[in-house]
């Protein structure tokens, strides 16, 4: 190693230096061919997180845009809390019986008018949810109103059902009327006004049914039943054509005809 510069000399000090510096050589070698690619400068760094204005001004509207949005939406969450609120000290205050409630329950309940039908039907509801202080205030008013309001929903109840009785009962008379209407006119011809069940009972009675001529028939109404009496000409049992009556009845109950009498 005397060739080597350091190790020339023969002094100890001289060679550790130079062993020293040999390694130091050696490492800088070993590095520049094994080590990794050299970084980029701070210059090249800085080049690449340049942004153009077009990009400056999008990110500054970005930042508004949301400032604005967390400001709506921080409105808004505000708004529906006081909304929240006012609803429900609305709801409390109409639950509580007001002085206009007291002032009600203080009339008389056949005086009411619809829309303190209304009021009191609402104070019926507010009742049930009071608290023992709060009934003591208005118990014996309240106590009267019902017993008043049942009294009148009775009487209401019982004036309708009469009501409907007689219209029932209205309609029943119209209707049997009606009837008894319908069984009289369509007893008698259209033609000549003669009783059809008459003429056929007298018919059968008759000589000679075929030389039946209808004069006159006139009637009386009784109700519920018809008194008819009928004018004809007819052949007798001499073969002669007479003039000659008869009066039948006819009932509306047992729908017969029956002859009562002839040529009185």
Not at 36 to 43: A, G, I, R, S, V
Not at 168 to 189: L, N, R, T
Request: charged share 35%; aromatic share 8%; glycine share 4%.
């Amino acid at each position: 190693m005397s060739k080597i510069p350091g190790f020339r000399s023969g002094k100890i000090w001289k060679k550790i230096i130079a062993t020293v510096g040999y390694i130091f050589i050696a490492l800088i070698a070993i590095g520049m061919i094994f080590g990794d690619e050299p970084k980029p400068t701070t210059l090249t760094t800085a080049t690449a997180l340049e942004k153009t204005p077009e990009q400056i001004a999008q990110e500054k509207d970005d930042a508004e845009l949301k400032a604005k949005e967390a400001e709506a939406k921080e409105a808004n969450e505000a708004k529906e809390k006081a909304d929240a609120e006012a609803k429900l000290a609305k709801e409390k205050a109409a639950a509580q019986i007001s002085d206009a409630d007291k002032e009600l329950l203080k009339k008389a309940y056949n005086t009411f008018n619809e829309q303190q039908l209304k009021q009191f039907a609402e104070i019926k509801e507010k009742y049930k949810k009071l608290s023992n202080a709060e009934v003591v205030d208005i118990s014996a008013d309240f106590a009267r109103l019902s017993n008043e309001e049942a009294t009148e929903e009775k009487r209401k109840a019982e004036a309708k059902a009469a009501e409907e009785k007689a219209a029932a009962e209205a309609k029943a008379i119209a209707d049997a009327q009606a009837d008894y209407k319908a069984w009289v006119d369509g007893q008698f011809s259209a033609w000549d006004g003669s009783n059809r069940h008459l003429v056929s009972l007298l018919k059968d009675n008759l000589n000679d049914p075929k030389s039946f001529d209808h004069v006159e028939t006139v009637y009386w109404d009784k109700g519920d039943h018809l008194i008819i009496k009928m004018t004809y000409r007819a052949k007798n049992g001499f073969g002669g054509l007479v003039l000659q009556n008869v009066t039948g009845k006819s009932d509306y109950k047992t729908q017969t005809i029956s002859i009562i009498s002839q040529n009185d």
